[in-house]
T-cell receptor, first 116, second 116 residues
Framework: EPEVTQTPSHQVTQMGQEVILRCVPISNHLYFYWYRQILGQKVEFLVSFYNNEISEKSEIFDDQFSVERPDGSNFTLKIRSTKLEDSAMYFC??????????????FGPGTRLLVL | AQKITQTQPGMFVQEKEAVTLDCTYDTSDPSYGLFWYKQPSSGEMIFLIYQGSYDQQNATEGRYSLNFQKARKSANLVISASQLGDSAMYFC?????????????FGKGTRLHILP
């Protein structure tokens, strides 16, 4: 069964460093999302992406964050200068344009980011 | 105000018993979708079941069923014949927005422990 994949599974970085989290959405999906989950808290929406542009972003998604679809398969989240409070699990999700499951967002396994 | 409310932070249930996880939601949009996701200790977010606001029948997926009571704005998850592997965090979630502007809003979750 097709699934969303994310790399790396874990990343440790120093405060102020740039990180890029990578996602490969399900191949026929056209809507892409990033969410984050700070340890012990609920999952929060960061950004949605469609047709090579951001559809919506939350107040969390400030100028330090950016997303890109550099090729036909990858979808990336970049944090330019990481802060301690960026430590969280980051989930990528994707959804198909049409079909029986068009309403469902399928999540990747997550990248656990730790900022020291 | 919370849009998704899960009032049970934790539950302990004997193996093979049925479990009901509570969820209430708040929206003024006539078109919405409700989801349940499972998050085991490994951290990934696993889609379980979806209910559309216009669906006449309650959704079912194997041992999972969604008890959808629209007038009460309730979307409880029922797990029949619970198994040890059902021990996990369970999130109720709601789709907000349509098309390219949709996102999922999550509840705080219920941690389910299945006892042998």
């Amino acid at each position: 069964e097709p699934e969303v994949t994310q790399t790396p599974s874990h990343q440790v970085t120093q405060m102020g460093q740039e990180v890029i989290l990578r996602c490969v959405p399900i191949s026929n999906h056209l809507y892409f999302y990033w969410y984050r989950q700070i340890l012990g808290q609920k999952v929060e929406f960061l950004v949605s992406f469609y047709n090579n542009e951001i559809s919506e972003k939350s107040e969390i998604f400030d100028d330090q964050f950016s997303v890109e679809r550099p090729d036909g398969s990858n979808f990336t989240l970049k944090i330019r200068s990481t802060k301690l409070e960026d430590s969280a699990m980051y989930f990528c999700a994707s959804r198909e344009l049409a079909g029986a499951n068009q309403e469902t967002q399928y999540f990747g396994p997550g990248t656990r980011l730790l900022v020291l | 105000a919370q849009k998704i409310t899960q009032t049970q932070p934790g539950m302990f249930v004997q193996e093979k018993e049925a479990v009901t996880l509570d969820c209430t939601y708040d929206t003024s949009d006539p078109s919405y979708g409700l989801f349940w996701y499972k998050q085991p200790s490994s951290g990934e977010m696993i889609f379980l079941i979806y209910q559309g606001s216009y669906d006449q029948q309650n959704a079912t997926e194997g041992r999972y069923s969604l008890n959808f009571q629209k007038a009460r704005k309730s979307a409880n998850l029922v797990i029949s014949a619970s198994q040890l592997g059902d021990s996990a965090m369970y999130f109720c979630a709601m789709r907000e927005g349509k098309g390219r502007d949709d996102k999922i809003i999550f509840g705080k979750g219920t941690r389910l422990h299945i006892l042998p």
